[in-house]
C-alpha cells in the first residue's frame, strides 16, 4: 500500500511518524525528570534546613556558655560583701565595674543579648542595661534552666533563660532578643523561613506571608524531631520541610511555593511544544511550497509594483523561483531600471542647475545682510567701540572669504562649521539676545561634505525659529557617530511649527519635481544634495514642536558614498 504513495504523501507519512516516536520518548523523559527533580529538591532542602537549625542551637548556646562564666567572675561573687561592708562609693564603684563586665561579655557573641544579676539577700540588680540595674529588684516570673519566650502584642519581644548559681544566692538571666532570630531569617534564602516556638505556640517571622489559618495549620501538622508535608495557602502550593532544634522546643520551617521546581518541568514542556510547532511548521512550509507555485510569485511581484507605485525607484522583483514568471519579473525590473535612470538623470540636472545657483549666490553678499553688517559698525565706531568694530569686521571678513571660494564643490566639516559660526556671530553680535553653542567631536572635523549645507539650516533656525519669538533664542549645532557614517543636529527654542506644516515641508523635501509656489526651498535643496551625493538613505530630516523649537538632523550613511552621483566630479 505504501508503494501506491506519491513521494509527498510518502514524505508527509514520515515526518508524522518522527513526531509521534518524540512525543512518547519525550513523556516517558518527562515523567523521570519530574520524579528525580523532587527527590533532589527535598534532599536538598532537608540539608538547608539542618544547617540552619545547627545555626540556631549553636547561637544559643554560645550565648548561654559566655553567661556561666559570669557567676565565675572575682567582682560578682565580691559584691554581696561590698554591699554589706562596704561604703556607698564603693559600692557604686563596683556596681560600675560589673556592669562594664557584662558589657563586654554581652558583645563576645554575635547576638545582641542582655544578662541581669539578681542578689536575693540583697535585694539588688546588676545588668549590662542601665534600664535593670538602676531599677527596682524584681524577681522574673521565668522557669528556671530552660529557654522561655516572652512576645508582645506588636511583634518584638525576646527569649529568657535563668539559670541560679552554686557559689551564692545569686540568678543569672539572659535575654535574647526576637531580632536577632529576624535578622537571621532575612539572611535565609534559599526558601522562605519560619521559626515556630512550640513550648509558647508563636510563630516568629520575617514578615507575615501567610494567613492566620495556615499558621494554625502548620502548628497541628508538626511531629516529631522533622519532617516535610503540604501546604495550601490562598491558592498557592507550598513544600513545608521542618526540623527541631537540639536545645529547646524551637522549630525551623521552610516552605517554597511547588512551583520553584515545577518550572523546570514546565520549561521542559515548552521545549517539547517548540519541538511540535516547528515540525509542524515545517510541515505547512513544504505544503505551502507546493501549493502556491503561481501565488507566490504573483504576490511578490504586486508588492514591487506597489512599492514602485509608491515612489521607491530602487523595488525590484528579487527573484522568482518560477520558471512561468521568471520572464515577466525580468521585464518588469528592466522597465523599473529604465525609470530610475530618466528620474536620475532629471534630478541630477536639477541640482547642477541649484549648484550653479549656490556659485552664484556665493559671488554675491545680500545687500541688506552687508548694509545691516556695515550699518553696525559704524554704529559701534561712532561710540568708539572699536572692540565691536574689530570683531564684526573679522566676523564679516571671513564670512565673504568663505562663500567667494566659488571653485569649491565640497569642504571639510570643520570649514562649514567655522562659516557657520561667524555667521552666528555676526548675528549675535547685531542681536545680543540671541546665543549659540557648538558641540562637534574632533573625530569628524575632516569629514568631506557639500559647501553651504548647514548655513541655509542655520539661517532658518535665526530668520523663522527665534526673531519671530520673544522670547531670547538660542541656537545648537551637535554632530555624533552613527554605526554607519554620523549626523548633525541643528536645533533652536524658536516659535517651531505645527504637525501639518512640517509633514508639508517634508513631503516638498522628498518630491522629485517640486512643486512651484512652496516654501523650504532651502531645506529642500539640502536635502536633495544629500540624497544625490550619499544615497538614498541620506538626507535631511524635520523635528518641531510648536513653541519649543525645531530641529533639522543630517544623516550620511558613509558607506553609500561610492554609489551616489558627484556632480563636483
Known amino acids: 500500500m505504501i508503494t501506491k504513495l506519491s513521494i509527498f504523501q510518502k ?9 509521534a516516536v518524540f512525543v512518547i520518548a519525550f513523556w516517558f ?26 545555626q540556631l542551637s549553636t547561637q544559643f548556646e554560645q550565648v548561654l556558655m559566655n553567661t556561666m562564666t559570669i557567676s565565675q567572675d572575682s567582682s560578682v561573687r565580691e559584691y554581696p560583701f561590698i554591699l554589706k561592708s562596704g561604703d556607698k562609693y564603693s559600692r557604686y564603684k ?20 542582655t544578662v541581669i544579676l539578681y542578689y536575693l539577700e540583697e535585694k539588688q540588680m546588676v545588668s549590662s542595661a542601665n534600664s535593670f540595674s538602676f531599677s527596682t529588684f524584681k524577681l522574673p516570673d521565668s522557669k528556671y534552666n530552660e529557654w522561655t519566650i516572652h512576645m508582645e502584642d506588636d511583634g518584638s519581644g525576646y527569649y529568657s533563660y535563668i539559670m541560679p548559681s552554686h557559689l551564692s544566692a545569686l540568678l543569672i538571666e539572659v535575654r535574647i532578643s526576637v531580632e536577632n532570630l529576624k535578622k537571621m531569617l532575612r539572611q535565609y534564602n534559599s526558601g ?20 492566620q489559618h495556615s499558621y494554625q495549620e502548620i502548628a497541628a501538622r508538626i511531629t516529631g524531631e522533622s519532617g516535610s508535608f503540604e501546604l495550601t495557602d490562598q491558592g ?49 512550509f513544504y505544503t505551502l511550497l507546493l501549493r502556491k507555485q503561481v501565488q507566490k510569485p504573483i504576490h511578490a511581484l504586486r508588492k514591487a509594483i506597489n512599492r514602485f507605485d509608491r515612489g521607491d525607484l530602487s523595488s525590484r522583483v528579487v527573484s522568482l523561483d518560477s520558471n512561468e514568471f521568471l520572464m515577466l519579473g525580468n521585464s518588469f525590473n528592466q522597465m523599473a531600471e529604465n525609470t530610475q535612470r530618466l528620474i536620475e538623470q532629471v534630478l541630477v540636472s536639477e541640482i547642477e542647475v541649484k549648484e550653479a545657483k549656490l556659485k552664484q549666490y556665493q559671488a554675491q553678499i545680500n545687500p541688506h545682510f552687508l548694509f545691516n553688517c556695515l550699518n553696525y559698525i559704524q554704529s559701534k565706531a561712532s561710540v568708539m567701540d572699536y572692540r565691536s568694530v574689530t570683531a564684526m569686521t573679522l566676523h564679516l571678513g571671513s564670512y565673504c572669504r568663505y562663500i567667494h571660494k566659488i571653485e569649491l564643490i565640497d569642504s571639510t566639516l570643520l570649514d562649514e562649521v567655522t562659516f557657520v559660526e561667524h555667521f552666528l556671530s555676526i548675528v549675535q553680535l547685531r542681536k545680543r539676545e540671541i546665543a549659540f553653542e557648538i558641540d562637534i567631536p574632533k573625530s569628524l572635523y575632516s569629514q568631506q561634505v557639500p559647501r553651504m549645507i548647514l548655513q541655509p539650516l542655520v539661517e532658518n533656525c535665526v530668520k523663522h525659529g527665534i526673531e519671530p519669538g520673544i522670547q531670547p533664542g538660542i541656537v545648537s549645532i551637535r554632530a555624533e557617530h552613527t554605526q554607519t557614517g554620523f549626523q548633525i543636529m541643528i536645533a533652536d527654542n524658536g516659535v517651531g511649527m505645527s504637525e501639518e506644516k512640517q509633514l508639508e515641508v517634508q513631503r516638498h523635501m522628498d518630491d522629485v519635481v517640486p512643486k512651484e509656489g512652496m516654501n523650504g526651498t532651502g531645506v529642500r535643496n539640502v536635502h536633495q544634495r544629500l540624497r544625490l551625493y550619499y544615497g538614498n538613505n541620506s538626507g535631511l530630516l524635520i523635528e518641531s514642536v510648536p513653541s519649543k523649537g525645531t530641529c533639522y538632523r543630517i544623516h550620511i550613511e558613509k558607506g553609500e558614498m561610492v554609489h551616489a552621483a558627484n556632480p563636483a566630479g
Do not use: C
Not at 498557592?236 to 536545645?247: A, G, H, I
Open 11 to 19: 514524505l508527509l507519512f514520515f515526518l508524522l511518524l518522527i513526531v
Open 29 to 54: 523523559i518527562y515523567h523521570l525528570n519530574t520524579k528525580a527533580i523532587q527527590s533532589e529538591i527535598n534532599k536538598n532542602k532537608m540539608n538547608d534546613v539542618r544547617f540552619m537549625t545547627s
Open 94 to 113: 563596683m556596681k560600675l565595674s560589673i556592669m562594664d563586665k557584662l558589657s563586654l561579655n554581652t558583645a563576645s557573641t554575635s547576638w545582641n543579648n
Open 192 to 211: 522562605i523561613p519560619l521559626l515556630y516556638d512550640a513550648e509558647g505556640q508563636t510563630f516568629i517571622d520575617k514578615e507575615p506571608h501567610l494567613d
Open 236 to 284: 498557592t502550593d507550598y513544600l513545608v520541610n521542618y526540623m527541631k532544634s537540639e536545645m529547646m522546643d524551637l522549630y525551623f520551617l521552610d516552605y517554597h511555593p511547588k512551583s520553584q521546581y515545577t518550572r523546570l518541568i514546565f520549561r521542559n514542556n515548552q521545549y517539547f511544544i517548540y519541538a511540535v510547532l516547528i515540525v509542524l511548521v515545517g510541515l505547512s
